[in-house]
């Protein structure tokens, strides 16, 4: 059981380069995220799916693209990259715990630089 | 507006020296308060889920508190081995899909 995993783990870019970030999950979650860390800023949510077929704008949308692929992958893309998203970037993928509560649990990351 | 926010910044202690760390939080209907142990380079790693004021929960020398305006993240005699950030997140009821709000983290540092 893998968990919730991410390619590639580091990526250089130049400005106006396009990309896609791959995630994959296998633990049978319905919704998943992809958020931005950055020094001073806390993590911050990009876009999310709530279920496969589904996708909905974070805080932190613009530039971005997203692709539910199956219920197992999510993918992150950027068109077009600018310095201002160099970043690590999470996924995560959520269960349903008891109660009605949601723990999502996180991937190792992708540490992006935009030159 | 619905907000986090963990205190201190960064917390230095001698191995065996326990302290707490704080999480405040404003939010409109709480939906579970969330605690997350970041190492450098790595994604977070989920500790604990709190659902109401009152509720505590333990996992080794760590022991989260919750009441209606704050959680506490009470670490008793720790080891250079709980160096790492320790992140607060929130989820709200009738936030979209329980979608959480984060806190900046606090960076402890265990000094053997």
């Known amino acids: 059981n893998a968990g919730v995993t991410q390619t590639p783990k580091f990526q250089v870019l130049k400005t106006g380069q396009s990309m896609t970030l791959q995630c994959a999950q296998d633990?049978?979650?319905?919704?998943m995220y992809w958020y931005r860390q950055d020094p001073g800023m806390g993590l911050r949510l990009i876009y999310y799916s709530a279920s496969e077929g589904t996708t909905d704008k974070g805080e932190v949308p613009n530039g971005y693209n997203v692709s539910r692929l199956n219920k197992r992958e999510f993918s992150l893309r950027l068109e077009s990259a600018a310095p201002s998203q160099t970043s690590v970037y999470f996924c995560a993928s959520k269960s349903l715990g008891s109660g009605g509560t949601d723990t999502q649990y996180f991937g190792p990351g992708t540490r992006l630089t935009v030159l | 507006e619905d907000q986090v926010t963990q205190s201190p910044e960064a917390l230095r202690l001698q191995e065996g020296e326990s302290s707490s760390l704080n999480c405040s939080y404003t939010v409109s209907g709480l939906r579970g308060l969330f605690w997350y142990r970041q190492d450098p380079g790595k994604g977070p790693e989920f500790l604990f889920t709190?659902?109401?004021a009152g509720e505590e929960k333990e996992k080794e020398r760590l022991k989260a508190t919750l009441t209606k305006k704050e959680s506490f993240l009470h670490i008793t005699a720790p080891k250079p081995e709980d160096s790492a950030t320790y992140l607060c997140?929130?989820?709200?009821?009738?936030?979209?899909?329980?979608?959480?709000?984060f806190g900046k983290g606090t960076k402890l540092s265990v000094k053997p």
């Open positions: 633990m049978n979650h319905n919704s």
């Open positions: 709190l659902y109401s």
């Open positions: 997140a929130v989820g709200r009821y009738g936030g979209s899909q329980g979608n959480l709000i």
